[in-house]
């Protein structure tokens, strides 16, 4: 089938677009295993990193930051809008690590700052020898380019964010277990597939919620941005220990699918104790990998739960009322002072 498809709806077109793309994360994860990496963190004569990425490149920038952290390398997320206001980004004891899966006008504004640190690198799709990268590695920037070549057109990314998560975990240190990562993730997917296969059509369209434990909170990095593009709906993310100090009781006579990211954990079952199953689900998404391959492995099991809510309740993704309306912000190519517009 092709985009927009005069005899399908763009409702029945989505959901059979976001099926192929769930269903080939697993080879995609592959092709990013394959990658060969000719730049590394331990590479860098830099003090620390700063990191950026927005939309769906977020997650991976996230991530990245928590895998040069428990390495004991100094790193901070910084929002992309700081580089596109102009203001501040760091020092020339900083290096810049940039996440932007097609090259957005946005992050084509941080990349013209680049030189205000002391290196850079960006991960994306696009090949090094890309025209509009090549003031970037002219300038010394380095290019470490990920699959997918292309993803669908929509405003929602599955590949991309995926393969782009194993980058910036191989860009600090290769984990083992990375030849068979792929049939791993398959098999998830499937239990994923068959855990959510108990949930009503009432629970997958009711109000949904990440709970966290302690440092587990990265795990949640990426994971509400797949619910907000393709669903339209805002899923906060709560620490279980946080979760009884506000949040509990704002939602408690209302219906509310709770998903617990990470291991066993008696707060979880504590978590458990206060709900009401009338109107509560707590859904457990377990990884087995260590940290940061359990990032990965909680991608595919909640990459099942959203198409089976989005199954319930499909959206046109093709073509949506807001489309082409957020040019005043994303076609921004330039830090402000001497803003344009992207046509």
């Given amino acids: 089938m092709t985009p927009h498809d005069a005899h399908v709806s763009g409702e ?17 994860i592959r092709a990013a295993a394959e990658v060969s990496f000719t730049r590394r963190a ?7 990193f700063v990191v950026t990425g927005i939309g769906g490149s977020e997650g991976p920038a996230r991530l990245l930051v928590s895998c040069l952290l428990a390495e004991g390398k100094k790193a901070r997320f910084l ?33 013209s700052r680049a ?18 990268l090549a003031s970037f590695v002219e300038g010394g920037g380095h290019v470490i380019t990920l699959p997918p070549e292309n993803e669908s057109p929509t ?31 398959e098999a998830r997917m499937r239990e994923g597939s068959a855990l959510v296969a108990k949930l009503s059509g009432n629970e997958l369209a009711t109000r949904l919620s990440w709970v966290t434990c ?54 979880f079952d504590a ?15 377990e990884p087995r990998l260590p940290f940061p391959l359990a990032r990965l492995e909680l991608e595919v099991l909640a990459n099942a739960l959203f198409f089976a809510a989005f199954q319930a309740a499909p959206r046109d993704m ?22 344009s517009r992207s046509e």
């Fill in 271 to 285: 978590l458990a104790s206060m709900l009401v199953p009338e109107r509560h689900t707590l859904v457990r998404l």
């Fill in 115 to 132: 030189h205000e640190l002391r290196e850079a690198t960006l991960f994306t799709s696009a090949r090094a020898d890309c025209p509009s």
């Fill in 214 to 267: 302690g440092e587990g909170r990265a795990l949640a990095d990426g994971l509400a941005i797949k619910w907000l593009e393709g669903l339209g709906r805002v899923t906060p993310v709560w620490d279980v220990v946080g979760f009884a100090h506000g949040p509990f009781h704002a939602f408690y006579t209302e219906p509310m699918v709770l998903v617990a990211l990470g291991g066993r954990s008696a707060l």
């Fill in 42 to 48: 331990s590479d860098s004569a830099a003090d620390g």
């Fill in 155 to 185: 405003l929602l990314r599955i590949l991309g964010p995926a393969a782009a998560m194993l980058g910036a975990i191989r860009f600090v240190k290769e984990p083992e277990g990375l030849a068979s990562l792929g049939d791993t993730l």
């Fill in 318 to 339: 093709f073509s949506f009322p807001s489309k082409g309306r957020d040019g005043a912000l994303y076609g921004l190519l330039v830090p402000v002072a001497g803003t």
């Fill in 12 to 28: 029945a077109e989505s959901v059979l677009d976001l099926e192929r793309r769930i269903a080939h994360v697993a080879a995609v």
């Fill in 79 to 111: 929002p992309l809008s700081a580089f596109v206001a102009g203001e501040p980004i760091g020092t020339k004891d900083e290096a810049l690590c940039l996440f932007s899966q097609g090259l957005s006008p946005n992050a084509k504004a941080a990349l």
